[in-house]
């Protein structure tokens, strides 16, 4: 199994270890030509939404990764690489647009009201992991695929629809591999 991990901006490298600890083979997807190796999944990190969006366009890669969601290729994002995959944005313009969900971007506030918490989550773990929230933006709606993993306080922050799978907190920020392991097994 190999993962193309999104290095354009944010939290690319983080992710890149928690696949090593697992033993997964991943690469940085940077240019165009990435995509012509051969690969099970991608990882869009979090980071800038903004920033990753306009490079996305900038580097020529915006089509053909979008496309290949579209084709099925299990695509996982965190934080930002939520707000990239949803079909609306409030109040801004969406990007790869290819998960049925609205996202409220920084929905939680500003940096200084980024926080933990654990939480159990019945799908991904049988015991409470930790979350990381920074920044975060949450679900607000969800189309009738989307499957809700995880909400708190009424505010959805982790879900799957098909091939995708979405959390609004960082679990590449953590020593927990549950999520990673949920997604190896999408891919699997």
């Known amino acids: ?60 890669l915006f089509y053909p990764i979008q496309d290949l969601i579209k084709k099925g290729i299990p695509a996982f994002g965190t934080c930002a690489g939520l707000i990239l995959l949803a079909k609306e944005v409030l109040g801004e ?9 609205k996202v409220k971007r920084n929905g939680y506030g500003r940096q200084i009201d980024s926080f933990n918490t654990n939480a159990q989550i019945e799908k991904v773990s049988d015991t409470p992991i930790p979350l990381v ?26 879900a799957k629809q098909n091939n995708m799978l979405v959390t609004s907190f960082h679990p590449e920020l953590t020593n927990d591999l549950s999520f990673l392991k949920y997604f190896i097994n999408m891919i699997q």
Request: charge should be negative; charged fraction near 25%; aromatic fraction near 6%.
């Open 1 to 60: 199994m190999r993962i193309g991990v999104l290095a354009l901006q944010g939290a690319f490298i983080e992710h890149e270890y928690m696949l090593q600890k697992l033993g997964i083979d991943c690469f940085e997807i940077r240019q165009k030509k990435d995509l012509e190796q051969t690969f099970d999944g991608i990882i869009i990190p979090g980071g800038e939404s903004t920033v990753i969006g306009k490079l996305l366009r900038e580097l020529d």
């Open 133 to 158: 929230f920074i920044r975060a933006p949450f679900i607000t709606e969800v189309g009738p695929e989307v499957e809700i993993l995880h909400s708190i306080d009424g505010k959805i922050v982790a």
């Open 93 to 101: 313009k969406s990007h790869l647009a290819t998960m049925d969900i």
